[in-house]
């Protein structure tokens, strides 16, 4: 009875791993997409984003957490982008889907053992690709610009440029992050910002003059977005 129970334990293990890896992400995927291939894109500022596009060289995005939406999918396709996604159970889902939208994946976190992940951002710029990060984080507190692009900007003498989507008819969620979800079928609108230059060796009062740079064009470029 006992051996009976622990094979049928076993397949359901089995069962919910194999959905979790192989069905799972497909299945999120289709969502996005299908969700995102309704909504009509207008970009406020396109001059911005042809420099970034001719841009040859390594350089940093950096937006809210709760705007990834509409953002992971409109870059889609760019596996010179590289996502740093934490070694949790839900980035492993978060892993696999972004490789599905075409980007490559760093595994790490900046709350624990930040260190590697730091170097491992350094070496892939360095390396000539590109980095998206998340400017307040994957935990917050909420449209709090951290500090952590800014000094791999400066480590790396990169353009840091803040970019950002708006809708004014979107669904809320109440997550500490307040997820944007813009409706299907509306308007979304793209924005991006100025670069932010440091050098190597900026020292902290800088660090942080840049810090609060970042956050104010975030928000400037989110109230822009909203109301367009």
């Not at 934490?86 to 624990?112: E, H």
């Amino acid at each position: 009875m006992r051996q009976a129970w622990w094979i049928r334990y076993q397949k359901y293990l089995n069962m919910k791993k194999f959905f979790f890896n192989y069905v799972l992400p497909y299945l999120l995927y289709g969502v996005v997409y299908l969700w995102c291939v309704t909504l009509r894109m207008k970009n406020l500022n396109s001059e911005a984003e042809d420099r970034i596009k001719n841009l040859t060289g390594p350089y940093i995005l950096t937006l809210w957490h709760g705007r990834i939406f509409y953002l992971f999918y409109y870059l889609r396709n760019r596996p010179d982008y590289f996502l740093l996604i934490s070694p949790s159970v839900d980035g492993d889902l978060l892993a696999k889907l972004a490789r599905l939208m075409g980007y490559s994946v760093i595994r790490g976190s900046t709350f624990k053992n930040a260190v590697p992940a730091a170097r491992s951002l350094i070496r892939v710029l360095r390396d000539g690709q590109r980095i998206i990060i998340i400017a307040d984080g994957s935990r917050g507190p909420r449209c709090i610009a951290q500090s952590g692009s800014v000094q791999l900007a400066g480590i790396t003498r990169l353009p840091l440029f803040p970019m950002t989507f708006g809708s004014k008819n979107k669904m809320i969620l109440n997550t500490w992050d307040r997820f944007i979800l813009p409706l299907p079928f509306t308007r979304c609108n793209i924005n991006f910002g100025p670069p932010i230059y440091l050098t190597s060796g900026s020292s902290e009062e800088l660090i942080e003059e840049k810090r609060i740079e970042l956050e104010s064009s975030l928000k400037q470029l989110d109230k822009e977005s909203d109301t367009a």
